[in-house]
């Protein structure tokens, strides 16, 4: 379905009347969902976009089958199968979505390069962390790859982006 993988869930929109929106989602539209996140007082929202399956738009008020693609998947670690997570537009609550399964990235993208999950580690210095530094690939796009930081505790201290250039697996 995606080649980065994401949630596969049962979206239902709010009717207009009610609160929702008056025009059709869009395939591709990036929206924020209430997942449950709260850190520093932020809002719980993370950001997914929606890709209806089988059509390029939802309806208001109708029911569909999505791919939430997560934009920041590390975020979305927590959410499971049977969880409800919330459609938000601004403060307005404009559908809900029951995750009925987590969907796998598929592995054409990956042919000749790493695959998710990899540990690694920096040939360079790179946004900020030094040459040696140990990671682990945790998304693939066309120009490379966003890596999770951790420190000596298994703690994650930050997330960067880097070429094929720029990493070599760690032994």
């Known amino acids: 379905m995606s080649r980065f993988g994401g949630l596969r869930a049962r979206l239902g929109l709010v009717r207009p009347e009610e609160g929702g929106r008056r025009h059709p989602v869009l395939a591709g539209w990036?929206?924020?969902?209430?997942?449950?996140?709260?850190?520093d007082?932020?809002?719980?929202?993370n950001d997914a976009v929606v890709l209806p399956e089988g059509s390029s738009s939802i309806d208001p008020g109708t029911t569909s089958m999505v791919l939430l693609s997560p934009v920041h998947p590390i975020s979305?670690?927590?959410v499971k199968p049977g969880d409800v997570v919330r459609m938000r537009d601004g403060n307005r609550i404009i559908g809900a979505a029951t995750v009925v399964e987590r969907v796998a990235p598929t592995n054409e993208h990956l042919v000749g390069r790493w695959p998710l999950f990899s540990s690694v580690r920096f040939l360079n210095d790179v946004e900020g962390f030094p040459a040696g530094t140990p990671a682990t690939i945790i998304d693939v796009f066309d120009g490379g790859y966003v890596?999770?930081?951790?420190?000596?505790?298994?703690?994650?201290?930050?997330?960067?982006?880097?070429?094929?250039?720029?990493?070599?697996?760690?032994?």
């Open 41 to 45: 007082g932020q809002r719980p929202d």
């Open 76 to 78: 979305w670690d927590h």
């Open 147 to 171: 890596l999770e930081i951790e420190n000596e505790s298994g703690e994650s201290t930050g997330l960067a982006c880097v070429s094929d250039g720029d990493i070599e697996p760690l032994r």
């Open 30 to 39: 990036r929206v924020g969902w209430n997942i449950g996140n709260s850190t």
